[in-house]
Structures are given as structure tokens and as C-alpha cells.
């Protein structure tokens, strides 16, 4: 078998991916700290407000994530062929197969390991998903940020979310993103594992090593 | 069963349902539990009134119209019901000789025993002579008076700490009770007027107690001087989002903004105004809209003017509010990526521009 480097991720596909794991973290780490904030009062004076400037981090954050996002979106259907949403959401008869193959080779049923250069459709699923899940926590998000706003308090009552509400799942949604990242790390690790392609290293150079791709 | 409120005597001015109402308003303000309030009531109600010898020297009597003309008439009831105000130049009926005696007649009954309220600065230069009642100095009578009582209230900024007597070149030597007197227990109540419910508290705890509440380093009571105005006030979030009145009358401030920027010294100003607040309406400075002066605090006419230019050193989260900070940032983000997916779209199209050119090419 003839294995090669393959230009796989554009630039702003890799700077998509750092600026959306950074934010996430951040948004995760100081979200917390806004849901139950504690504090030492030696730490407080007219010179501190450990509660405001987390919340400022986060809104900051927000905004990246918010920016990341977008660019995703846009990349799902202007960007390189792996790229493309429909390289890898399971809709298509060729992502439907792709699908359960790779399903099958997590679950150790099948030996044969993904013949595509882009995400596998399993994968595919998951980053959509997880589109999704940001779509809502950007949406949720500008609704808590702006609470005087005509345009998110609208969207709030044609959704029929209250503030509260909006708040409880903005926060459930979090643990989503925690438990995206732990699979994803696992499954990365995984793959580096059993079928060596650079997959790692391919969000830093944009390049996969691979052999012989099908279609 | 006999209730320990069936105690009170008949002549009572309030009725016991405010009676009991003020000690819970009292209670609450001290910070005490509400199992404590029959105490309160008990030592508001025994028969032992304590003696008040009330003294005025540089002073507008705009602490005890504070406190007397309380909106809340049960309350200046309850004050004058729980102590025995036997000398009190604005209030008394008696004049003259009659006042002086009345006075002469409380010093010796008391002796010791009496709580001497001072309103008004102390002027102590040229020996004293700016402020003269009946012959005698301000300092003479302070001496003579507050020197053999039980304990001292100093009620008001000027008794506290000189107030706007003091203030610079302070002509007459202006000062406060605590700066001049020397082995009696002195508790400052400052104030332009203080609330009416920090004095009462004061008094309430000290015949309850038996002893004077836990005080700062300035001598002002913990329970009413212990916070910050800033973080209990209802406009911080606004400080916090940078959300701010610029101008008296501009839209921020019809928003209900914060006072900050305007000159509000909420932030260095110590006093339970945004918990406990004023005249029974729910309302203190901030709330009707002008920024809080730090009258509690020493020296206010000197170190919180201009009051109308905001506190220097006090720095706003986020450098102008989180929000619009955070705002100036996310459109940075925002349009980069913009620019980002601009220059990408236009190297997609030009690259598709120039395969398509070089087919036309390969086709001919």
C-alpha cells in the first residue's frame, strides 16, 4: 500500500478548531465560577470584582466562540471538500454506509479501518451536533447577555423561554461539551492507535497520512 | 399565661403593636435574631428609663429633626418612650433658668448612671469661645457633662468627627467628641443626619446588653457602619455592566444608571443608608437618583469634594463595564473572522475563475 501526505484541513478550518477548544474551556471554566462563585474577601476591595471580571471573560470568550461558530457554519459549505457538510453528514447513501462501518470498527466488529481522507459520518454526526448544541448556547447566551433587548426577548418569547429557563439549560448544555471533549480526546487516541494517519497532527498541519482512499 | 409585653406601662405613647414593630425594626437592623426581640422589648419596656442628657453645640439640629420628625412617628415615640430625655434644649418646654436647673437636677440624680448625647462640633480654639450656652463654653459643658456619664453617643457627622465646622481652614478648632474627651466610652453616629434606627439600635443594644455595640476604628457601631455602600447598593450591577449616568437628567440617568461617574463616593463610604435606608419610604440618596457624599465618614466636607466629580482610584470593572468591553472585543472578533471568510471566499472564486480560464484554454 502507497501512503502519502494529503493537504486535508484549510487554515481556517485549524483556526476554527483552536479558537472553538480555547473559548469552550474558557466559557466551561468561568461559567462554573458564574454559576457558584466563591470568593476570599481578603481578595475583595474597591480595586477587585472577581465576579465581574469573570463574567467579562466569559462574555469575551462568548464572542470568540460566537465568531468560531460562524466560520464553521460558513466552512460547512464554502470551505475544502472535507470541509463540507455534506462530506460527512450521514444523509447521503455513500455517509450512510461510511456510518456504520466506522460504528462498526468502534465496536470492534469489523477490521477494516476508514478509507476516507475527512471526517468519518459517525464523527461527522457528532461535530454536527455539537453545531448545533453551540448554535443553541450562542443563542441562549446573547439572551442572558442582553435581558433589556427587543431582538433576544423576542426570540425568548417566540421560543417561549424565560430567562430562568434559558439560564438552567445554557448551564445544561455545558456538560455536553464536557462530554464531547473526554470522547473526543479518547477517540483521537484511539484512532492514532490503530490506524496511525496523523490525526493529531492533521489540526496543527492540516495534513493526514494515508493510503489508498475509496472514492 | 402572662406575656412578657403585658409589662407596659399604661402610658405609653406608642401602641403595642408599633411598640413591638420598631423593636423588630431594631432587631433586624442589629443584626440580631428574632428570638432575641423580647429582650429588646423587655429592656425597651422596664421602668428603669435610662437618664439622656442631650447637649447641642455647632450644630443645625438636623439630627434630632431626623430623628424626632422620623415620617415614622412610632418611632420617635419609641425613643422618647424607652428613654428618659430629661435635658434637651429643642425639644424641653423649660427656658432659662429653669432649663439650667433641669439640667443641674439630671447631672446629680444620675451621676454615672446617665447617657450623655452630644450633637454638634466642639470648637477648641481661643478657648472655646465660638460656642457659648448659659456663660459656659462647649468644651466647659462637654467636660462637666459627658465627663461623669455611663457612656457617650456622638449623633451626627460634626459630633463625630467636627463635620462642616471642621472642614478646612476649620476657624475655630472645630472637633469631635472622641478627639477631646478622655476615659468615657464614646460610640460615634455619623450621619448628615444619621438614620434614625442606628441611633435607636445603639441605645436599644446598650440597655439590653448592658454595654455599647462592637465599634470600628472610627468608633462607629459595626451593625450600622460595618458594609461598604457600594456592595449593598441596588445600582451596582449597573457599575458592574458599565452602565452609567454621565449627566444629571441624560438617559443613563433616567435608566436609573449609576450614580458614579455623576460623584457618587458610594465606594469609600461605610453606612447601612441601601439596607436599613430613610423615613420609613424606603428611600435614601442613591435611590431618589443624586449620588451618595460619604457623610459618615470623617472629614467628608474635605476629602469626598467636589461632590459632584466621581472618587479618583476607584477603577470600573473591565475599564468601561464588562459588557461594553466585552462588546468592543467581540466586534474585533467578529470582524476579523469576517475578513477571514472574505479573503476566503475571494481565493475560492479567483481560483475557480482561473481553472475555468485555463479549461476554456485546454477546449480550444
Known sequence: ????????????????????????????????????????????????????????????????????????????????????????????????????????????????????????????????????????????????????????????????ITQQQARFYHHLAMWYFFLFG?????????????????????????????????? | MVSPYSQFRPSFRCSRRSFLKGCGMVAAALGLSSEMVPSLVEAAASNTRPSVIWLHFQECTGCSEGLLRASHPDLASLILDIISLDYHETVMAAAGRQAEEALKSALE????????????????????????????????????????????????????????????????????????????????????????????????????????????????PLFAYGRKIHDHCERRPHFDEGRFAERFGDEGHKSGFCLYKVGCKGPSTYSNCPAVRFNDAGVWPVYTGHGCVGCTEPGFWDTMTPFYERLPDVPIPGDRGIVSSAEGAGKTVLGVTAAAMAVHAAVGIGKRLVKGSSKEKKGE
Not at chain 1, 54 to 77: D, G, K, P, Q, S
Not at chain 1, 201 to 206: K, L
Open chain 1, 182 to 215: 473526554m470522547l473526543h480526546l479518547y477517540i483521537l487516541i484511539w484512532n492514532e492507535n490503530y490506524h496511525p494517519e496523523g490525526l493529531i497532527s492533521s489540526m496543527f498541519s492540516g495534513k493526514k497520512f494515508h493510503g489508498p482512499q475509496e472514492g
Open chain 2, 109 to 220: 440624680k444620675g451621676r454615672g448612671r446617665y447617657i450623655c448625647v452630644v450633637e454638634g462640633g466642639i470648637p477648641t480654639k481661643d478657648g472655646g469661645i465660638y460656642c457659648k450656652i448659659a456663660g459656659k463654653t462647649a468644651l466647659e459643658l462637654l467636660h462637666e457633662v459627658a465627663g461623669p456619664a455611663a457612656a457617650v453617643i456622638a449623633i451626627g457627622t460634626c459630633a463625630s468627627y467636627g463635620g462642616i465646622q471642621a472642614a478646612h481652614p476649620n476657624p475655630t478648632g472645630a472637633k469631635g467628641v472622641g478627639d477631646i474627651l478622655e476615659g468615657v466610652p464614646v460610640v460615634n453616629v455619623p450621619g448628615c443626619p444619621p438614620n434614625p434606627i442606628s441611633f435607636l439600635g445603639t441605645v436599644l443594644h446598650y440597655l439590653t446588653f448592658k454595654r455599647l455595640p462592637e465599634c470600628d476604628a472610627l468608633g462607629r
Open chain 1, 1 to 160: 500500500m502507497e501512503y502519502r501526505h494529503y493537504q486535508v484541513w484549510g487554515v481556517l478550518m485549524r483556526l476554527y478548531h483552536w479558537a472553538f477548544v480555547l473559548s469552550m474551556g474558557t466559557l466551561a471554566v468561568t461559567g462554573l465560577y458564574i454559576h457558584s462563585p466563591w470568593s476570599l474577601t481578603f481578595l475583595e476591595d474597591v480595586r477587585r470584582f472577581p465576579v465581574a471580571e469573570m463574567r467579562m471573560l466569559h462574555f469575551e470568550a462568548a464572542y470568540v466562540f460566537i465568531a468560531a461558530t460562524l466560520l464553521r457554519v460558513y466552512l460547512c459549505f464554502f470551505g475544502s471538500k472535507y470541509e463540507r457538510i455534506w462530506d460527512f453528514a450521514p444523509v447521503t447513501p455513500r455517509n450512510v454506509k461510511g456510518f456504520f462501518m466506522a460504528l462498526g470498527r468502534y465496536l470492534y466488529l469489523v477490521d477494516t479501518p476508514s478509507r476516507r481522507l475527512g471526517h468519518n459520518p459517525l464523527a461527522g454526526l457528532a461535530y454536527i451536533l455539537t453545531m448545533a448544541v453551540a448554535l443553541f448556547q450562542v443563542l441562549t447566551g446573547l439572551m442572558l447577555l442582553y435581558p433589556e433587548s427587543g431582538l433576544w426577548q423576542g426570540m425568548g418569547a417566540w421560543l417561549s
